[in-house]
């Protein structure tokens, strides 16, 4: 909604989080990761993280996929990168793990987090993905991971990365995919004008080529079909209630405004009311925003 700086990913990663839990209706998807690949005592899986951000990603499964684990973060941000050290630190402080950054100015710096159930090498790793993902080793039979990332590539793009997971034998794990559903209570008349041009300005090239949008769960679930990979989805919705999170609320109130504006400016007025009625309103107002986890695992 905000683009993709670390004031946002902070905002919106608890409700990530919460949509992802099992008492929120969500698969456990890491768990049945797990049970596909059993590994020998010891050995790693192997994760690569893309689009990264922050690591909040890493932060909502690795406790789940649980043992030996090694991260590689990707992004083309080094100033998200550069705020993953702290961000981990951070989390791993309130979860009360063990936390060690590994390496020196010679050498690769690293990270080192354990907790009762599992314990993760991470490196942090800068590349431009919509211009360079062929260049990424992929290894043998890692986890490809992303999340809030398929809605903004476009087929073309979302083709090459299965292609090169599947030549890799990787197993697939997408979260927080926008589907398009989206649900105010109590309504307002502006809805569905908003919505409909959010929804257009999804489809915007967002560096990786015509984005794919509210589309873009059902294409890869084809994409993935037409590889061979068995796949599987749950939802994981954010739930935002407004006299809980006004901030949230605010910042989605804003974000759709701002894009339904971007897409047709000749509409400001009546995106500037629906606007200023949104915004009185936010202490009584419930906000559900459809999305998607995938998991797909090489036939």
Known sequence: MRGFDAAWLHLREPFDHAAREPASG?????????????????????????ACGHGANLRALAPGLGGAQHWRLVDHDPVLLAAVPDALAQWARRRE?????????????????AGPDFHAK?????????RDLASLD???????????????????????????????????????TV????AWSPTDPGDELVHGLFSQHQRRDKGFGPALGSQAAAVALQQMACADYKALQTCTDWV??????PEMQ??????????????????????????????????????????????????
């Open 26 to 50: 969500a698969l456990d998807l890491p768990g049945r990761l797990t049970r596909w690949r059993k590994r020998p005592p010891g050995e790693a899986l192997a994760v690569i993280d893309l």
């Open 97 to 113: 793990y063990r936390f060690m950054l590994t390496g020196d100015a010679s050498d690769e710096q690293g990270i080192d987090i």
């Open 122 to 130: 991470v490196v942090c790793h800068r590349l431009d993905l919509a």
């Open 138 to 176: 992929f290894g043998e039979m890692p986890l490809v991971t992303a999340s809030a990332l398929l809605d903004l590539v476009s087929v073309s793009w979302l083709q090459a990365l299965i292609h090169q997971a599947r030549a890799a034998r990787a197993a697939l794990l997408f979260g927080l």
């Open 179 to 182: 589907d398009g559903r989206m």
């Open 240 to 245: 935002i209630d407004g006299a809980l999170a």
């Open 250 to 299: 605010r910042a989605m109130v804003e974000g759709m405004a701002d894009a339904a504006l971007e897409q047709d400016p000749a509409a400001r007025d009546a995106v500037q009311c629906w606007k200023a009625r949104r915004m009185a309103g936010i202490i009584g107002t419930r906000l559900r925003v459809g999305h998607v986890d995938i998991v797909a695992t090489p036939a």
